[in-house]
């Protein structure tokens, strides 16, 4: 199975770029677009002068719990920058959401509670709302987080998007917005 179609089956089809837009990203944007890969897990991330994007990390079911998830994840942290993510709410009929949500709780990471996501996918044309959690390792601010998050949106999630898909993408003031009120921390609840 090939590294696609790994993350193909492991993710959501509305969080699914296509093979032609992550290929793209691979080729064209290959200075900050980054694969690594082995046959038990991989990791597709966006490296910029400030900060780190995990786009996709997907480890197999053989190799759960042996430690590789942890084992990527600090090697980003490595670098001394800011890691940004983004993951699906919790769902309490995909015992997957919770689970994921644990293990970067575990790794350090916070929930920017005060970031609201939501895109419209243009593979299925529903509206996802997703969560973003965050790693730093120095005092970085929510609204840092929101304008990193953009950038990602604006220079790897909107890529070529009316090449890849037909039509565009909102743009990112419309999909990350800072909340109004102050919504409780999904990893608290973990």
């Given amino acids: 199975m090939n590294w696609y179609e790994k993350l193909s089956e492991y993710f959501p089809v509305e969080e699914m770029k ?3 837009h992550i290929e793209a990203l691979l080729s064209e944007q290959g200075d900050i677009y980054h694969k690594d890969e082995s046959s038990n897990h ?3 991330y966006v490296e910029f002068d400030e900060f ?8 197999s079911g053989k190799a759960r719990g042996q430690g590789l998830g942890n084992k990527l994840l600090d090697k980003l942290k490595d670098k001394r920058k800011p890691i940004i993510l983004e993951v699906e709410p919790v769902d309490e009929d995909d015992h997957d959401t919770e689970k994921r949500l644990r293990f970067y709780k575990r790794a350090g990471f916070k929930h920017a509670r005060s970031i609201g996501y939501r895109r419209r996918s243009l593979a299925t044309n529903e509206v996802n709302t997703m969560e973003i959690l965050y790693w730093s390792p120095n005092e970085e601010t929510e609204e840092d987080i929101l304008e990193h998050m953009k950038r990602t949106y604006e220079t790897i999630h909107t890529y070529k998007d009316k090449q890849w898909y037909g039509r565009s993408y909102l743009n990112a003031n419309e999909v990350l917005k800072l909340r109004e009120e102050e919504h409780d921390n999904i990893l608290d609840d973990l």
């Fill in 42 to 44: 991989v990791l597709m």
């Fill in 52 to 59: 780190l994007f995990i786009d996709y990390l997907f480890v």
């Fill in 18 to 20: 296509s093979k032609d």
